[in-house]
C-alpha cells in the first residue's frame, strides 16, 4: 500500500465524523404535550405557608406558551386552608422566562410572577392576604424544579453531544436552537 493511500484510508473515518457533525439538526422542539407530562407529574403540591397557619395546595397545572413575550404561563387550582380563616379555593397564573441549564440538561422557569389569583369560593380578602405567600412558595419551588429535563439521549446526536445557543417560546412548544459541541 502506497503512502497515498494509507493516507486517503486515514481520511475517510474523519469525512464521516465531520458529516455527522453536519447532520445535526439547527432545532429541537419541545412540544406542549411533553411539558405538560413532565410538569403535572409534580403534582398536587402541598405545602405549609406562614409557619404552619395555613396548607396550601396547587392542583391541575396548565402551561401556556406566550410567544410575543419569549415567556411561559402557568395555570393551577389553588386550595388554601387554615382551621382560623377556613378556606380559600381559586385559580392562579404566573408566567417567567426561561432559563437552560446545561449541566442538569434542565428547562427551569426564571423570574416567575405571580400574575394573578382569582378566588371562587371564601373569602377575597384572604385570598390577597396570601398572595405574597403563595408567590414566594411558587418561586421555592420552581427554582429547584425543572419544567423540563432533558434525557440523556435528547443532547446527542449521531455520536455528537449538542449544545443549545437560543430558546424561543413558540405557538406549540419551545424551541432549542442547537449546534454540535
Known sequence: MTPRSLNLLLLIPLIILSACA???PKDYLVTQDKIDRAWSKSF????????????????????????AQNRIGLGANVSVSSLLAGEVKGRIGLSGSLRYDAAQRALYLQD???????????SAELGKALRPALNMMLNEYLRA???????????RYAGNDIDITKISVVENGIKFDLKPQ
Not at 48 to 60: D, Y
Not at 114 to 119: C, D, F, K, R, T
Open 22 to 24: 453536519t447532520l445535526v
Open 44 to 67: 398536587p403540591l402541598q405545602r405549609s405557608l406562614g409557619n404552619g397557619l395555613f396548607n396550601a395546595s396547587l392542583e391541575t397545572p396548565d402551561v401556556t406558551f406566550l410567544t
Open 112 to 122: 416567575p410572577n405571580l400574575e394573578s389569583l382569582v378566588v371562587n369560593q371564601g
Open 145 to 155: 424544579n425543572p419544567l423540563y429535563q432533558f434525557k440523556q439521549d435528547e443532547m
